[in-house]
């Protein structure tokens, strides 16, 4: 006995679940972490694997600079707290600058990952191109939810904008 513990490899680890194989070939958390990644796919067939890379994981604006060619803004820390699923654009003051709605989260994560709830609707201030965040809940934009849509009503006396939650009812909160 050295002292070291080892962890037996949970049957609901996520790389166990979507490949069984490695369940077979590995009983333990250390054995896995040790091993290269060439060792751990040696019954896989490499020819049909691809790379993918990720660059960074924020939630960005990108401006067209013509030419096909894109510069990206990170958006305020405000937007980065989960998943955005949807965007609307609405000029709240009518000033000609739309301010940016946006809203999200994910609940259908793995349950070893944890759901993303964080996101509970934001305001993006479109200063002339610039953005700033409202504060959270301004003129009582504020919910709860796994939210995959919002879409805008508009309607005689004022426009509403409704949202769309999993497992909850609609929204609508009244626009200026
Ligand atoms: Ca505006």
Same mark, same amino acid.
């Given at each position: 006995?050295? #002292?070291?513990?080892?962890?037996?490899?949970?049957?609901?680890?996520?790389?166990?679940?979507?490949?069984?194989?490695?369940?077979?070939?590995?009983? /333990?958390?250390?054995?896995?972490?040790? /091993?290269?990644? !060439?060792?751990?796919?040696?019954?896989?067939?490499?020819?049909?694997? *691809?790379?993918?890379?990720?660059?960074?994981?924020?939630?960005?604006?990108?401006?067209?600079?013509? !030419?096909?060619?894109?510069? $990206?803004?990170?958006?305020?820390?405000?937007?980065?707290?989960?998943? %955005?699923?949807?965007?609307?654009?609405?000029?709240?003051?009518?000033? +000609?600058?739309?301010?940016?709605? %946006?809203?999200?989260?994910?609940?259908?994560?793995?349950? $070893?990952? #944890?759901?993303?709830?964080?996101?509970?609707?934001? %305001?993006?201030?479109?200063?002339? +191109?610039?953005?700033?965040?409202?504060?959270? #809940?301004?003129? +009582? *934009?504020? *919910?709860?939810?796994?939210?995959?849509?919002?879409?805008?009503?508009?309607?005689?006396?004022?426009? /509403?904008?409704?949202? +769309?939650?999993?497992?909850? @009812?609609?929204?609508?909160?009244?626009? @200026?």
């Amino acid at each position: 006995m050295t #002292g070291v513990q080892t962890c037996a490899l949970p049957i609901c680890f996520p790389v166990t679940i979507q490949t069984p194989t490695i369940k077979k070939k590995y009983v /333990s958390l250390e054995e896995l972490a040790e /091993s290269s990644m !060439n060792a751990i796919l040696t019954h896989i067939e490499k020819d049909n694997l *691809f790379d993918l890379t990720c660059q960074f994981a924020a939630s960005v604006w990108l401006e067209n600079q013509g !030419n096909g060619t894109f510069k $990206t803004h990170l958006l305020p820390w405000q937007a980065q707290l989960a998943p %955005i699923n949807t965007i609307l654009c609405y000029d709240w003051q009518q000033d +000609g600058f739309p301010e940016i709605f %946006i809203a999200g989260n994910e609940y259908q994560t793995e349950i $070893t990952t #944890g759901r993303y709830d964080a996101l509970y609707g934001q %305001i993006l201030a479109n200063e002339q +191109g610039k953005l700033r965040a409202y504060p959270l #809940g301004y003129q +009582g *934009f504020f *919910f709860r939810g796994d939210t995959k849509a919002m879409a805008l009503l508009k309607q005689p006396k004022h426009t /509403s904008l409704l949202v +769309g939650n999993n497992n909850l @009812p609609l929204k609508a909160f009244t626009l @200026p």
